[in-house]
């Protein structure tokens, strides 16, 4: 199953190192976020692929550099004014031709956070003295805008308000860099108070939501018994047979939307909510941070029954079927489920030696 996931990354994979989402008509696209989760899979490795990624993401931000230069000293008024969350997949272009969500400040946070991740594991992540400059001014974007009370489209691009899961992206981000640039330390001061006033909500109009679970894995900002309450929350109310909803509401791929559209009110869509896949692995990643490492087991298997073939995950089931959407095999999934099954084994080869090294002392 590794091996199959890994090959599906390959086939996703841009010469210049960064990936489309999907190979689907709607997601091959370059998204900056997609870029960084997946990367994760490769942090590990003892190859260049992780690396390889950023650089390319450095190089996509160097492109735009003159953006940044304003974006640092004069704030945004309109979205598309914001550092732009997906690209073309052959020139690296921001895309223009239809209204999207680019205020997305988790998705700096995640870039920053993958490049102070990689330092911390010895991995050359700046190549030079612009990837050095790219840092420091993504870092005084951030301060520029106020990420900690400027309301965002959040990881699933969505209607602008307050979202822990960006903030708690960008705490983490700015926390990871502090070594290589400067970091003013009010920006994680008033990250981290506006996030614990959100706590437990994922935001005003979400009492819970997938995305809450960035908050233990990758950045581990919460932990013990908060980060408890966040699966516990998730599993009660938006885990589903085939996935995770996003939120209860969710119009996306929901099964009234083809009928309705998506402007109705989120009562609405309940109980007709698409089940994200990436959920599962995701849900898995954190029981074994928790230590819960049966239910990460369980959850890995969970993931493995929903491969539309081996390795290959779709982006989401519609609501209580077995029918996926287009955006088969998603890069995002498969990664999480490499990083859910690494972990599972590593767990278990760790456990296995510790029960090992206690026979012979028995002996």
């Keep these: 199953m590794l091996q199959e996931s890994y090959r599906v990354l390959d086939q996703l994979r841009l010469p210049n190192g960064l990936y489309v989402a999907s190979p689907s008509d709607n997601y091959s696209f370059v998204w900056i ?9 490769y942090l590990e490795d003892e190859s260049d692929t992780y690396e390889r990624t950023f650089y390319g993401l450095f190089d996509l931000f160097r ?4 953006k940044l230069d304003i974006l640092v000293e004069q704030k945004p008024h309109y979205e598309w004014e914001y550092v732009h969350a997906r690209y073309d997949a052959r020139t690296i272009d921001e895309i223009h031709d239809e209204k ?4 997305q400040h988790d998705m700096i946070g995640a870039f920053l956070f993958g490049i102070g991740e990689g330092v911390r594991r010895k991995k050359r992540m700046l190549r030079d003295e612009s990837d050095q400059r790219i840092v420091q001014k993504l870092v005084r974007y951030l301060h520029n805008v106020q990420y900690w009370k400027d309301p965002d489209n959040g990881i699933w691009e969505e209607w602008r308000e307050m979202h822990s899961s960006s903030l708690g992206a960008c705490l983490a981000g700015l926390r990871h ?3 290589l640039c400067d970091v003013p330390g009010e920006m994680i001061e008033a990250g981290l108070d506006a996030l614990m006033k959100l706590y437990p909500r994922e935001s005003a109009d979400k009492s819970s939501d997938l995305a809450q679970l960035s908050l233990i894995y990758p950045y581990q900002i919460l932990h013990g018994a908060m980060a408890e309450k966040i699966v516990e929350q998730i599993e009660r109310e938006l885990l589903r047979e085939r996935g995770v909803i996003r939120y209860r509401g969710d119009s996306y791929y929901s099964t009234h939307e083809k009928e309705y559209g998506r402007g109705y009110p989120l009562s609405f869509y309940e109980g007709t909510e698409a089940e994200w896949t990436f959920g599962l692995p995701w849900l898995a990643i954190c029981h074994q941070l928790l ?3 049966e239910k990460a087991l369980s959850y890995v298997k969970r993931t493995e ?3 539309t073939r081996p390795g290959e995950l779709p982006e989401l089931y519609y609501s209580g079927q077995s029918r996926p959407n ?3 095999p998603l890069g995002w999934s498969s990664a999480m489920y ?3 099954k690494q972990k599972l084994t590593v767990n278990s080869l760790h456990d296995h030696q510790t029960s090992v090294h206690l026979r012979q002392l028995e002996i």
């Excluded at 999207?100 to 205020?103: F, L, P, S, Y």
């Design 291 to 293: 230590g819960h490492h």
């Design 100 to 103: 999207w969500g680019h205020v």
């Design 33 to 41: 976020r997609d870029c960084v989760y997946i990367a994760f899979a």
């Design 338 to 340: 490499i990083l859910a």
């Design 177 to 179: 860099v502090r070594s």
């Design 326 to 328: 287009p955006n088969t």
């Design 305 to 307: 029954q929903v491969m």
């Design 63 to 66: 492109k735009y550099e003159w």
